[in-house]
């Protein structure tokens, strides 16, 4: 089955700095890449997601890259402010009627003043 | 944050008892999932229905029941059999057109002593 890594596990930066996660899949049939940001105590909440038709996607100060040859993608937050420190999931399935998810374990953001 | 709702947020149990927690969602959506969410892991697909009495197994049903008597409702029975019960437990749904979406319930954090 579908296996997702992510890494790191923790990141540190400073307001304004850039901040980049990523993550790597197993199924090569896997086509549609979410990512999740969820905030201490709450649900997660799609940020950004993409399609295998497509290689990157832009939404403001986040982007999500595509390499399907290599099977990974990432998550770049551009200009981070302190409400972007939360923890952000990836995660992978394949489009199919039913749509499994596969998460990654999560990466914590921490970004300060 | 309307549209899914768990209820309770919080719940207590003894160990070797059963408990039901609930989802309900208004937002007319076909699928519905059960997910488990321990700290520093990612989320784990427990049950999920495609329509309305059908329900599947995911990655990880052992010790949990599910029914889907109603389009609205997925409530999830965590039973004496599931050796680590105590997590924090998401309920999502997905609309069965062309969005890929899943959209997640504010959560419970069962507490099993």
């Known amino acids: 089955g579908e296996n997702v890594e992510q890494h790191p596990s923790t990141l540190s930066v400073q307001e304004g700095d850039s901040a980049v996660i990523k993550c790597t899949y197993s199924?090569?049939?896997?086509?549609?890449f979410p990512w999740y940001k969820q905030e201490l105590g709450k649900r997660p909440q799609l940020i950004i997601d993409?399609?295998?038709?497509?290689g990157e996607k832009k939404d403001q100060r986040i982007a999500v890259t595509l390499n399907k040859t290599a099977k990974h993608f990432s998550l770049h937050i551009t200009e981070t402010q302190p409400e972007d420190s939360a923890v952000y999931f990836c995660?992978?399935?394949?489009?199919?009627?039913?749509?499994?998810?596969?998460f990654g374990t999560g990466t914590r953001l921490l970004v300060s003043p | 944050d309307g549209g899914i709702t768990q209820s309770p947020k919080y719940l207590f149990r003894k160990e070797g008892q059963n408990v039901t927690l609930s989802c309900e969602q208004n937002?007319?959506?076909?699928?519905m999932y059960w997910y488990r969410q321990d700290p520093g892991q990612g989320l784990r697909l427990i049950y999920y229905?495609?329509?309305?009495?059908?329900?599947q197994k995911g990655d990880i049903a052992e010790g949990y029941s599910v029914s889907r008597e109603k389009k609205e409702s997925f409530p999830l029975t965590v039973t004496s059999a599931q050796k680590n019960p105590t997590a924090f437990y998401l309920c999502?749904?997905?609309?069965?057109?062309?969005?890929?979406?899943?959209?997640f319930g504010p959560g419970t954090r069962l507490t099993v002593t």
């Open positions: 999502a749904t997905r609309t069965s057109g062309s969005s890929y979406e899943q959209y």
């Open positions: 199924d090569s049939a896997s086509n549609y």
């Open positions: 993409i399609r295998s038709n497509v």
């Open positions: 995660a992978a399935s394949r489009d199919t009627g039913f749509q499994k998810l596969v």
């Open positions: 937002l007319n959506h076909d699928a």
């Open positions: 229905s495609q329509i309305v009495n059908d329900f």
